[in-house]
């Protein structure tokens, strides 16, 4: 530890104030507290503060997300052994081709991301804040994974330029930058989002097995929804919703396992970084409004299927895990984490009930949250004070 | 009959170095300080010079803005020194102090017949005033007015802050006397609030008070929590506070004539050798306090808690309302990978610490910030520890915007600096609660 200080001490200089490379200051400052927490003291107010701090936060939910991203790794390799022949592959083949499918999609988030955030931080003089960390993965797992790698370092520069720089930086930001990303993708290039193509990584040229569909539960749903087919357990991957809640299935790559979604979950909200308040009430609502649609009366796939199917089939439980509790674009008082957690779920499953344009709702919902957060927010704050005001009057 | 009130929000800091119970004394010291920076919004007006003899009860200063309100010295002897800084400002009027104190005396026998402007007379020459403490914001108390109620909280919840009931035994008479000296300073009530589970033995000659009583962590101590419960400050309200000891004070000088502020201060924290309690007066220089007492040399000496308390040197002085030294070891240390890996425990809200927070029961803090600033990003934090009816993120950026009116309607009123010390604890941002609260308070100072 000695030695690396040293060595960090001596470097100092050039990338300080005067030095050659002041310029990279932000830059350098961000690898040095990465590596050594720096030794400054309090200077005002509290003598003492509490051990946890941004960089830590972060790195948890990073932590949460690996479950779902080494699930996903194995999952791009599984999908691309059954459409290239038909059979399950062995477990090492399918995550090594996993891994090269996945790792320069990961790459390019980050290089792309992380370059445009610290060359950002230098340009106001800020120090590099943490909030890439996690946006950086986030991206990669709510791509499909045959998605081209231009398209992702566009997505992601789009997200980290106009989705939250434009707005201050990390803090300041209305939408959830990954979101933003993917929202970006949707749009301009829908035929590399969705669609019966873009769920298994294939080899230049290859073609796939016969019999193989590449359809996904949501599509099936849409399609049976549209041509008057009723419900039946045929429509989901496998014939069961059991695939759906183990993940090997086709989707984009980290959004598929359930199971590894709940693992990250739970390593959220026991380390207190992700609030449960919004897992539970986005989860509540989704239920809530499936089972609306069980009770109307009314029939179509969409309206029959059983309501907590919802909330295991697409992207629902990573949308409801991982991009709704971002603290940032979420409401930020504990009331309307209620609110905003809820109306995300019941929106996703009118989304996906009700416009087959879009067979996922869950990406549509949270942005749409994203944007009223602020607004549930006030309504909160006024209430705390009117009480204050009644209290003056009485 | 007062309120019964549980605070559930809020978390005690167990840290090392916890004061035995025994008195403990070591050399008077040499010098005394009575500093202006502890009183806000006070512009010193000086009476003596250097070299003037004063007796204990002499006045010092007064303060620009009203007079009347002296600020006096707390032992007999010379004026020694007037340390100044920016612009001239006052910051410590020094006093060598005389070896056998000399009071001056003040007509105090009969007190109960007095009238209250004879009783705030009196109050104010001999330099009592000062401990008032006037809310909303904090200043020094209008001396023209009579408080809407005046509340005492009867213990501390806060830090290696001292046990009351040992700092305040036998002057159980004295806190007699000083609550009826409160009583006959407002129209409206005197709150004495006191803690379900600790002890309170010292308040049992008092009478003629409001007793409420509070249970739970820190904050329930702080007097701003429990005027919350009891009775919000709403706008236009003024409320006084006062600290037991200070009370004590009142009663002492009401009883006897003389202004003795001779008091029992806890002297504590994880580098002192002898955590314990000693005889201190107001304004006392530390560095008799400190002499053979420390384990290291690279301390922090804070006066007050390690929460509120004000940074001083190991030969500075004692603040004004301050009962307590708590000493801290720096942390200007490098960790490497300490925000993954952390070293040592620490004290913590978070979960995400699960060794410190679950397995650790008290700590050796250091001053390490354990992170750097950032803007908001995490919320939830500060309403866990924030037992007040009150929104404190919401208000904190209300003052960053410096929007006064809705400040005003977020309840600025109800809080000061120490009341929001523990979000700024909590803080994963690690912004500067206290000093932005400053600042906000200020602003409504002056708009008003």
Redesign the interface.
Known sequence: ?KF??DQVDKLKPTFSEGGKLSFLHSTFDAFE?????????????????????????M??VVIAMIPALLFGMWNVGHQQSLALTGANGNLLDNFWVGLLQTLPIIIVSYAVGLGIEMGFAQFRGH?V???FLVTGLLIPLCMPPDVPLWMVGLATAFAVVIGKEVF?????NLLNPALTARMFLYIGYPSSMSGDTVWAALPDGATTVEGYSGATALGNLASATSSGTGWSNELLAGGSIMPAFWGNIQGSIGETSVVAILIGAVILV????G?WKIMASTFLGGLFMGWIFNISGSSGAWMDIPAFYHLIIGGFAFGAVFMATD??S?A???KG?WVYGFLIGVITVLIRVFNPGYPEGIMMAVLLMNVFAPLIDYYV?QS??K???K??QA | MGINVKIKRGMDIALEGEPHTDVLSVDAPATYAIKPTDFKGLVPKLQVKQGDEVKAGDVLFVDKGNDRIQFTSPVSGEVAEIVRGDRRAVLEVKILADSEIQYASFETANYTSKSREEIKSLMLDAGLWPFIVQRPFGTLADTTISPKAIHVSGFDSSPLSADLNVTLKGEEEYLKVGFEVLNMLTDGKVHLNIHNKKGNEVYSKVSGVEINTFDGPHPSGLVGVQINKIDPINKGDIVWTIKPQHVAFLGKFFATGNLNLEQTIVVAGSEIQKPAYYTARIGACVNTLLENNLKQDNVRVISGNVLTGKQIEKDGYLGFRDNQLSVIPEGDQYEMLGWLFPTYPRPTLSSSLPISKFLKKTFKVNTNPHGEPRAYVVTGQYEKVMPMDIMPQQLIKAVMAKDLELMESLGIFEVLEEDMALCEFVCTSKIEVQKVLSQGLELMVEES
């Not at chain 1, 201050?168 to 300041?172: C, I, L, N, P, V």
């Not at chain 1, 026991?270 to 970084?273: D, E, L, N, Q, T």
């Open positions: 530890m690396l200080r507290t990465f590596l050594f927490v720096p030794n400054h003291t309090t200077k005002s107010g509290s003598h003492i503060r509490d051990g946890i701090d941004l960089k830590r936060t790195f948890i120090p804040n943490e909030g201050g930086g990390t803090g300041m026991a380390s207190g970084v609030s603290p940032v979420a930020q008082t504990e984490k704050v705390n004070i009480t204050r005001l209290r003056v």
